[in-house]
Nanobody, 128 residues
Framework: QVQLVESGGGLVQAGGSLTLSCATS????????MAWFRQTPGKEREFVAA????????YYGDSVKGRFTISRDSAGNTAYLQMISLKPEDTAVYFC?????????????????????WGQGTQVTVSS
């Protein structure tokens, strides 16, 4: 059974930090592009960050560049999102996703439709 399980969300004050984790199972996720998206009520899911299968290429949404860092463990099966200097506008449900089909340099990493597998999400709330 394919599973992506996010953890690490919570309530934090503006300027604080959190690290999200995405644990995977059921496939060889080390071969897949992994990504983080976020969503607030009434809005479309927004691209946050993506990392290549080998971990050498990383891409970020404009709103999080310089503050968020995506990584994956050496086995490639767990993805992380380190978030610093958090702002109230970072408040959202954060989802991890995996794409088994395309290399990250295909240029499609920021589309939700690219990803076949999704987690259930973890809430991040940043208070002002």
């Amino acid at each position: 059974q394919v599973q992506l399980v996010e953890s690490g969300g919570g309530l934090v004050q503006a300027g604080g930090s959190l690290t999200l984790s995405c644990a995977t199972s059921g496939r060889t996720f080390s071969r897949y592009v992994m990504a983080w998206f976020r969503q607030t009520p009434g809005k479309e899911r927004e691209f946050v960050a993506a990392i290549s299968a080998g971990g050498s290429l990383r891409y970020y949404g404009d709103s999080v560049k310089g503050r968020f860092t995506i990584s994956r463990d050496s086995a490639g099966n767990t993805a992380y999102l380190q978030m610093i200097s958090l702002k109230p506008e970072d408040t959202a449900v954060y989802f991890c996703a995996a794409d088994p089909s395309r290399p990250i340099n295909s240029g499609t990493y920021y589309y939700t439709a690219t990803y076949d597998y999704w987690g259930q999400g973890t809430q991040v709330t940043v208070s002002s």
